[in-house]
């Protein structure tokens, strides 16, 4: 797919209270945790959009109150995981 380009009126963002130079970055982040958080997105295509790797956007999705969307495979994978890492 291309990539695409959102434009946003700039007066849109007067009185954000977000640096100007780390608007692109939050905004990306910002959608990126909207859009997997409704089941959208994929976790993979969430953590490209915001351009961080899966243990950073969980993170932020936690920090900042997200849902993150599991399903059964994706539990009893995390209980395994856990169990492994217990193991060791």
Same mark, same amino acid.
């Given at each position: 797919?291309?990539?695409?380009?959102?434009?946003?009126?700039?007066?849109?963002?007067?009185? *954000?209270?977000?640096?100007?130079?780390?608007? #692109?970055?939050?905004? $990306?982040?910002? +959608?990126?945790?909207?859009?997997?958080?409704?089941?959208?997105?994929?976790?993979?295509?969430?953590?490209?959009?915001?351009?961080?790797?899966? *243990?950073?956007?969980?993170?932020?999705?936690? #920090?900042?109150?997200? $849902?993150?969307? +599991?399903?059964?495979?994706?539990?009893?994978?995390?209980?395994?995981?856990?169990?492994?890492?217990?193991?060791?």
């Amino acid at each position: 797919m291309q990539d695409v380009l959102l434009k946003l009126p700039g007066e849109s963002l007067i009185g *954000a209270r977000i640096p100007p130079f780390e608007i #692109e970055t939050e905004l $990306r982040r910002r +959608l990126a945790a909207a859009l997997f958080s409704d089941g959208i997105i994929s976790g993979a295509s969430a953590c490209r959009m915001a351009g961080m790797d899966k *243990a950073e956007f969980q993170f932020i999705l936690g #920090e900042r109150g997200h $849902r993150q969307p +599991l399903t059964q495979t994706d539990y009893e994978q995390d209980l395994t995981n856990l169990t492994a890492w217990k193991n060791h």
